[in-house]
């Protein structure tokens, strides 16, 4: 798994819960090391350990913990480049939604090792999505729940997501806009320089 | 086709474009023109506002006319007289003509300063697409470039560590091998002092160890206190101590450095209620005694030479000379 990934949860748990929790986290996956670097590729399977070791330290339920980490990543200042990469994708949620389509080719454009799951998402209605997120780690589903839920507050708009299920590795979200513009939304300028 | 319908298609295909009739006086401007322009395009005459640098005849509409189709580079007469491309083709009316106009490779500092977003841009421009690629590649070669350092700093370290004596701080064996050769490469003048601590073996086994590696630092300590910055002191065994002179092979200033350390040493050290007293023997080569020195004969006569003064009866220095090689040696 790239250390992007790996990094992210470190920052998740960091950010949210600081330093000690952190340590006590890698202490528990026995893995020797504290920190995972951003621009290294991990084993596979350490990730899932990782997961595991942060549920249990943090006592929290895996499902909700991935999508506490799918809201951090967009709404944390600390992760302001990456919400603005992804506030590329669009100039309205919707536009957003389909620009989800090609997240991994983006991504790639960026990180040319980086090799995020498969999402399709089938336009049902103007108001009612579905999402469908191939990935080899189940709960990705759910940080993309988080991922959303916090796009759409950044964009301004109203949305009711729900998790559908798991089958054969694919991961189903069902989203259904309620309101596009119910708030004004965070700022985006197409030209500020991110710290 | 109408004039209205194609106003309306120029205006989304080509969001920054202006019409000009045959005299050049703009009639007509698209959106994203209209917005980097504020102070009103419509009814001002294109070259008064608009300086073509390239290709540098145009001077004229006529001329202008008769570039139909060619690239231009062209710059705002008015501050900060910001860069442009553009392309002239006919317009649908009579002498009509229509200019298209882009920022080019300036596109980061106009979406800055004229506030644009991604609807000031045809939906098949990839401006977007561009200022998201240079975001991305911006912030992974950020990243990138925080792991470089990360591990330069790793490398600094280690390899402090590996040429470092962890007791005393001082160079270890390998360092003071690498860096004799090295002097010995470069024909630098140089000396070399090999020290060994005289009564050491007595503080360690009567007042143990803690005393000794105290004792130890202390001689670190001053023997680092008694050269200068370039020159080189490492701990090459136990109580065994090499310092390498640099420039100078200058008999009377080693024999102050000798007898300084030695002098130095011979202050009895204070650890809590303990005290102890040493002291130390060097023996010193010059590498210009050498028609070609090696590190190996450089040490080995220092060697003697240190046993020539613990001969001599200890806390002295000695310089090598070459009948010593024949003296007897005691430990």
């Known amino acids: 798994m790239h250390g992007l990934i790996n990094r992210g949860i470190q920052k998740f748990v960091t950010d949210s819960y600081g330093t000690a929790k952190w340590r006590v986290v890698m202490d528990r996956t026995g893995l020797g090391f504290t920190n995972f670097e951003a621009m290294l590729t991990y084993d596979d399977e350490v990730t899932p350990k990782v997961l595991a070791a942060v549920c249990d330290v943090l006592d929290r339920p895996y499902d909700d913990l991935l999508e506490d980490i799918g809201t951090y990543l967009v709404s944390h200042n600390n992760l302001e480049p990456l919400r603005r990469l992804l506030r590329f994708g669009g100039v309205t949620f919707v536009d957003f939604l389909h620009s989800l389509d090609d997240l991994r080719d983006r991504a790639r454009l960026a990180v040319p090792d980086l090799d995020l799951p498969r999402i399709e998402l089938t336009e049902e209605s103007a108001e009612r999505y579905s999402l469908r997120c191939y990935a080899p780690i189940r709960g990705w589903g759910h940080s993309f729940m988080g991922l959303l839920r916090a796009m759409a507050d950044d964009y301004g708009a109203l949305v009711y997501l729900e998790h559908t299920g798991f089958e054969a590795g694919c991961e189903t979200l069902a989203i259904s806009l309620l309101e596009p513009r119910f708030s004004v939304g965070r700022d985006f300028n197409l030209g500020a320089r991110s710290a | ?331």
């Not at chain 2, 240190?306 to 090598?320: T, V």
């Open chain 2, 1 to 331: 086709m109408s004039q209205t319908p194609c106003r309306e298609m120029l205006d989304v295909l080509c969001p920054m474009h202006m019409t000009l009739d045959e005299s050049g006086y703009i009639t007509a401007a698209g959106p994203t023109a209209r917005k980097i322009c504020p102070e009103g395009l419509v009814g001002q005459s294109f070259l008064e506002m608009f300086e073509i640098k390239r290709p540098r005849e145009i001077k004229t509409i006529t001329m202008l006319c008769d570039n139909m189709g060619t690239k231009l580079t062209l710059r705002f007469r008015a501050a900060p007289r910001r860069q442009l491309k553009g392309v002239v083709m006919a317009g649908p009316g009579v002498g009509e003509m229509v200019v298209n106009l882009s920022f080019g490779i300036s596109i980061l500092e106009a979406v800055q300063e004229y506030d644009l977003t991604a609807t000031d841009f045809a939906a098949t421009d990839l401006t977007v697409e561009m200022l998201y690629l240079m975001e991305a590649k911006s912030a992974a070669m950020d990243a990138s470039r925080q792991l470089n350092q990360r591990l330069q700093t790793a490398r600094v370290q280690a390899e402090e560590l590996a040429l470092t004596d962890t007791l005393t701080g001082l160079r270890n064996r390998r360092a003071i091998d690498h860096a004799l050769a090295s002097l010995l490469s470069i024909q630098e003048p140089f000396a070399l002092m090999h020290a060994d601590l005289d009564y050491f073996k007595k503080v360690n086994d009567t007042l143990g160890h803690a005393m000794g590696d105290y004792v130890l630092q202390r001689v670190a300590k001053i023997m680092l206190e008694a050269v200068r910055k370039d020159d080189v002191v490492g701990r090459i065994g136990g109580d065994e101590f090499l310092i390498l002179i640099r420039g100078s092979e200058n008999r009377a200033i080693l024999d102050r450095i000798a007898q300084r350390i030695i002098e130095r040493l011979q202050v009895p050290i204070h650890l809590g209620d303990k005290v102890c007293e040493i002291s130390g023997s060097i023996g010193i080569v010059l590498a210009g005694s050498y028609s070609k020195p090696t590190a190996d004969q450089m040490l080995g006569d220092a060697d003697v030479a240190l046993y020539a003064a613990k001969n001599a009866g200890r806390g002295r220095h000695i310089l090598f000379a070459p009948e010593m090689r024949r003296a007897p040696k005691i430990a």
